[in-house]
């Protein structure tokens, strides 16, 4: 019974900050009203995670690094850690983003 508290515990202060502090964005701080809103949107979310679907079909994830006038510097992308990308903001279709912790 102790062994399995003991468990129960590590593993929550192990997992627990991980949860707690996920980047979200808030529904909030989208929004579409802007003439470039994918632009808008991008450069609120500096330094958070986002997924984009580009027109061909494709969804690239990454931390948003900088936004430029055209296009969109990704870091770490999503399993390719180590990679960065620059993406045409004519090229993104959607902005997908992470609004509620889980």
């Known amino acids: 019974m102790v062994r399995a508290s003991f468990l129960l515990l590590s593993f929550s202060l192990v997992f627990l900050p991980v ?18 809103p994918v632009k808008a949107n991008l450069e609120k979310l500096v330094g958070k995670s986002v997924t984009l679907k580009l027109s061909s079909g494709e969804e690239l994830g990454g931390k948003v690094s900088k936004v430029g006038p055209e296009a969109v510097q990704l870091s770490e992308l999503t399993g390719r850690e180590y990679f960065d990308a620059v993406v045409p903001l004519e090229k993104i279709v959607a902005l997908i983003v992470r609004t509620k912790a889980g």
């Not at 949860?19 to 470039?36: G, I, P, Q, W």
């Open 19 to 36: 949860v707690t502090f996920a980047e979200t964005a808030t529904s909030d701080s989208m929004t579409v009203s802007d003439a470039k």
